[in-house]
């Protein structure tokens, strides 16, 4: 649920306000399981053995693909290489081995200096969003002295993302409103009053991706009982015809609901609407829980987590990957 980085390598063109036209078809394809070898280069996974790799994030930087993941294994981001974004081979690294001073024990600036969003705990508190850099992909990245979004009062932020229109950069992040409870208690508790709201925000930085502008805006939020109170891990990206959407999760991570949805804007921080599934368990492909992704600039290139099992929300969340195809006027998987 907690998405600790992000990395962001973007690029494109500014669009302009303008009513919403007939959506392009996004669907999943090369889905294909592979313990030893790659059948079909539509969907490969589980990969690295079905080791633990959550909330895995994607760049390309220093001439190959890099996955990283969520606290795990020892280490604070796990770094998966990979020279086609289909075959991972983990790495002994650790991209983040200080969270900086602020804490309890994906992206390119530029000026060429990568640039990683994370979550953690502030001290004795709720989780915040920090950044760190590095002069390679691989790292360590070095935190600042400081968080960059906090939100206490309604929860704590989580799940920062990076996005680059080729004009403006964009942080995208969760408030973490299932942390104060509610109707949703997706890891512990008895559910108690109305769903909580966990908007999705927006807010424009200046070219260094370090520097926060304008205020943040609400993009989506979950809608009640039919996602569990639960949209988290939003994703931004522009198709051809200048429309963007946004890819997210919805229900609960340990849940086989858990799933992979989207949403359409005509503007980057416009609200997100015309939601659809794009993949989930009940696809019956032997990935369940499907969620958390990330996608390349290009709009190719897909990373998400699953489980091998079903009902066994506590086992490991391994690492997949799969061709994002955009054509038509219907998503569909």
Known sequence: MNSLIHLLLAAGAVAAPRPSTARPALSLGNLTRMPMEIQSRDLSGPQMGGVNFPDPTLIFGDGSWKAMSTSSDGKGVPIATSDDAFTWNLTPNDALPDKGSWVDPNDQSDVGVYIMYYTARKNGGNHCIGVATSNTAMGPYKPHDQPLVCDDGNGGVIDPSGYDDGKDRWLVWKVDGNSKGGATTCQSGRP???????????????RDGLTLLDAPK????NEGRSNDGVVEAANLYKVPNGD????????????DDYDIEYAWSSTIDGKYEDRGILFRSADHIGIYGPGHCDIDPNGVNMVFHGREN???GQAARVLYSATLHIDGRNIQH
């Open 192 to 206: 108690s009053g109305d769903y909580i709201p966990t908007p999705i925000k927006i807010q424009r930085m200046a």
């Open 218 to 221: 609400v993009i989506l939020d």
């Open 244 to 255: 963007f959407v946004v890819f997210y999760s919805a229900h609960c991570f340990s849940s």
């Open 310 to 312: 079903p009902n066994d």
